[in-house]
C-alpha cells in the first residue's frame, strides 16, 4: 500500500457526461500527479500540482481538468467523455514536485469505462 | 516535443539469463530517467533511475546505463526470475518543466 488513495475505483458512465476522480496524497506528500493509462496510449502524464498550484502540463485535453485543494486532495475533472476517454487513472504523490526529485508514489488507479 | 521509443514490445526470457529493454529519447535537454515496473493489475513502481551526469547505475540485478550522444539508456535484469515477469516502462524528463514522457511498455515473460 503506497499511502495514496484514489476514489471510485470503477466507474462506468455513458459518452457526453462529466465525472470527477479524486485524490488524496500521502500524509505529508505535497505533489501530486495525475497519469492516464490505455491500451492504445500507453502511460501518458496529464498534469502535477504543488501545494495548491497547477506546476505542469502534459497532454491533457481541454475537455479535462484538475484542482488542488487547501487540504492538498486533488480532483481531476472529465467532461464530454468520448469512447476513447475510457482508461486507467492513476493518481501519484511525492514530497515536493520534480520529476526525480522526490520518488512519486502511485495510487491503485481509478478504472474509468465510457459506454 | 520529447518522444521516446521503447524497444521490443514483447520479451520472453528463460529463468535465470538475462534480459535487455533498450529506449530512445528525441529532446537532448532530457536529464531524467525512470524506468518503472508494473505488474499485472498493479500500480506501476518505479525500480529505478538515472541522471544524466551518470552513465550506469546498478542495483543488485538491475541494471541501467545511459548513452547521451546516441540517446538512448537500456534497463538490463540479470539473473531473471519468475516474479520479474511484468510490463517494464522507461521514461524521460526534464528538470526544467516536470513533464515526463513515457516509451510504450515491454511485456517481459520469465519461462520457467
Known amino acids: 500500500d503506497s499511502g495514496v488513495t484514489q476514489t471510485p475505483k470503477h466507474l462506468i458512465t455513458a459518452t457526453g457526461q462529466r465525472v470527477t476522480l479524486r485524490c488524496s496524497p500521502r500524509?505529508?506528500?505535497?505533489?501530486v500527479y495525475w497519469y492516464q493509462q490505455s491500451l492504445d496510449q500507453g502511460l501518458q502524464f496529464l498534469i502535477q500540482y504543488y501545494n495548491g498550484e497547477e506546476r505542469a502540463k502534459g497532454n491533457i485535453l481541454e475537455r479535462f481538468s484538475a484542482q488542488q485543494f487547501p487540504d492538498l486532495h486533488s480532483e481531476l475533472n472529465l467532461s464530454s467523455l468520448e469512447l476513447g476517454d475510457s482508461a486507467l487513472y492513476f493518481c501519484a504523490s511525492s514530497l515536493e514536485p520534480g520529476q526525480g526529485n522526490y520518488e512519486q508514489y502511485f495510487g491503485p488507479g481509478t478504472r474509468l469505462t465510457v459506454t | 516535443g520529447e518522444n521516446v521509443e521503447q524497444h521490443p514490445s514483447t520479451l520472453s526470457v528463460q529463468e535465470g539469463d538475462s534480459a535487455v529493454i533498450k529506449c530512445t529519447y528525441s529532446?537532448?535537454?532530457?536529464?531524467?530517467f525512470p524506468w518503472y515496473k508494473q505488474e499485472l493489475g498493479k500500480r506501476p513502481q518505479l525500480i529505478i533511475d538515472?541522471?544524466?551526469?551518470?552513465g550506469e547505475k546498478k542495483d543488485q540485478r538491475i541494471a541501467v546505463t545511459l548513452n547521451k550522444t546516441a540517446k538512448h539508456f537500456s534497463l538490463h535484469i540479470t539473473e531473471t526470475q519468475p516474479e520479474d515477469s511484468a510490463v517494464y516502462f522507461c521514461a524521460a524528463s526534464m528538470n526544467r518543466d516536470d513533464k515526463i514522457i513515457f516509451g510504450k511498455g515491454t511485456r517481459l515473460h520469465i519461462l520457467p
Open positions: 529532446d537532448s535537454a532530457s536529464n531524467y
Open positions: 538515472i541522471r544524466s551526469n551518470v
Open positions: 500524509s505529508g506528500d505535497l505533489s
